[in-house]
């Protein structure tokens, strides 16, 4: 009795306290006084009963300045930190308490781990401060758009080769696919893009930044200038046959839900590699292909409108030869092509100026003029080319250099020479 005497009683219950000593003294019915309270009538029986007997005491619940009766053991709190310090060091607290049920069967709540870590030392406070963006409302369909972006990181933490992420993800439903790459380029997109074409369809538009793959720096010609068009990078001319629609973002704020996935899955996938002990690019696909699924039941929402926008590929399109990298090249006069500092010689007979060169996403080259496909083959061994400035004199073969020769004084040429010069001066330079 001692130890709730000495506890601060609150307003809340100083209230309570006021309307239960209208019950008792002036006859306030218990009825009324539970719809003022938003109580029971049972629970203000009992609030009057005790008041009567202890006093302002008596609204003070029995509770306070105890130990909870769910409070978790001091042995198993030192038994989960131990487990985070060895396995799971680094994890924020949602994402250790996923894992603590999944792997380790231990169910505790975030917060409470939160405050753990937060005591321990493992885990800071993370204030967020929110900067002013103009509100974009999600599509209302799925498929209706794409964002499209990579991510360069240390995915492996070193046990392997950095990658890049490239990943989609549906601004109406946040549904994500992705996929891991050796470096961010032309060749990657499109092979993520044919990927995600042969599982889900074409979207409707894909909404990508101001990267070079996704956007050609190169200055308009004079006949695209002519026609209002832009210069358009390999990427954006492949979709554009597609039909897709590109949207390019002007910051990096507005296309923010590909930004933030980026951000999640920076702290989620990598950890999650890190249990499975992934090492290699391949290692690293199948894992991915495995967890998406999983992560977009966890994340997805609804859409605003159902139905679902992605369109079927049209039948005869062919995906190799839209997603690729085309190049026109010039024919020579021997049937030689060059592209990429190699030499390639066209088996075909053909009067044509110059050809399309199509490098393809599985690394494979192609040839072609008028759609149709030619037969060559690389050349490995040129004729060698020696500029006379790099050539040494014991390179060059033994040769004795031959003398200047004079003509003697009595020379035929030096006789005629005298005598077109005496004749000019009007001298006969001939005797009879």
Not at 57 to 84: D, F, M, P, T, W
Not at 148 to 168: I, N, P, T
Not at 328 to 343: C, E, Y
């Amino acid at each position: 009795m001692a130890e709730r005497d000495i506890l601060m009683i609150s307003k809340r219950e100083m209230r309570r306290f006021e309307i239960l000593k209208k019950v008792i003294r002036e006859g306030l019915k218990q009825i009324d006084a539970s719809e003022i309270l938003e109580l029971s009538a049972r629970q203000v029986s009992r609030l009057v009963f005790r008041v009567k007997a202890e006093g302002e005491v008596g609204v003070i619940h029995r509770s306070r300045g105890k130990k909870s009766n769910r409070r978790v053991a001091e042995k198993q709190k030192a038994k989960v930190l131990e487990i985070y310090a060895k396995k799971y060091k680094g994890f924020g607290p949602t994402l250790f308490s996923e894992k603590l049920l999944e792997i380790e069967k231990i169910k505790l709540s975030d917060e409470t781990l939160r405050n753990w870590l937060i005591v321990s030392g493992n885990w800071e406070k993370r204030r967020k401060r929110n900067k002013h963006r103009e509100w974009r409302e999600r599509r209302s369909y799925y498929g209706q758009m794409q964002q499209m972006d990579g991510s360069h990181h240390d995915w492996l933490e070193g046990r392997g080769a950095k990658l890049v992420l490239m990943a989609y993800i549906d601004d109406a439903t946040g549904r994500v696919y992705c996929r891991f790459y050796e470096y961010e380029g032309t060749l990657p997109a499109m092979d993520s893009f044919w990927r995600y074409i042969r599982k889900y369809g074409l979207p409707q538009s894909v909404y990508l930044d101001k990267h070079t793959t996704y956007k050609s720096p190169g200055k308009a010609t004079i006949e695209e200038e002519l026609n209002g068009e832009e210069p358009l990078s390999q990427f954006e001319r492949a979709l554009k046959e597609l039909g897709v629609k590109v949207i390019h973002a002007n910051s990096a704020q507005a296309k923010g839900r590909v930004e933030r996935l980026f951000n999640t899955l920076q702290d989620r996938l990598i950890k999650e590699m890190r249990l499975k002990g992934i090492k290699t690019l391949e290692e690293a696909n199948i894992f991915v292909d495995e967890y998406t699924p999983i992560f977009n039941k966890k994340f997805n929402v609804l859409a605003k409108e159902k139905g679902d926008l992605h369109m079927k590929l049209p039948p005869g399109i062919n995906l190799d030869r839209l997603l690729c990298i085309k190049t026109q090249r010039s024919l020579r006069n021997d049937f030689t092509v060059a592209h990429n500092k190699k030499l390639y010689q066209v088996a075909d007979n053909i009067k044509a100026k110059n050809v399309i060169v199509e490098e393809k996403v599985n690394g494979s080259l192609k040839l072609y003029y008028k759609d149709r496909s030619l037969k060559y083959k690389e050349i490995l061994t040129r004729p060698l080319k020696v500029r006379v400035k790099e050539l040494k004199l014991s390179d060059l073969p033994f040769v004795i250099p031959r003398k200047k020769w004079i003509p003697p004084p009595d020379h035929p040429w030096r006789r005629y020479k005298l005598h077109r010069t005496m004749n000019f001066a009007g001298i006969n330079s001939f005797k009879p």
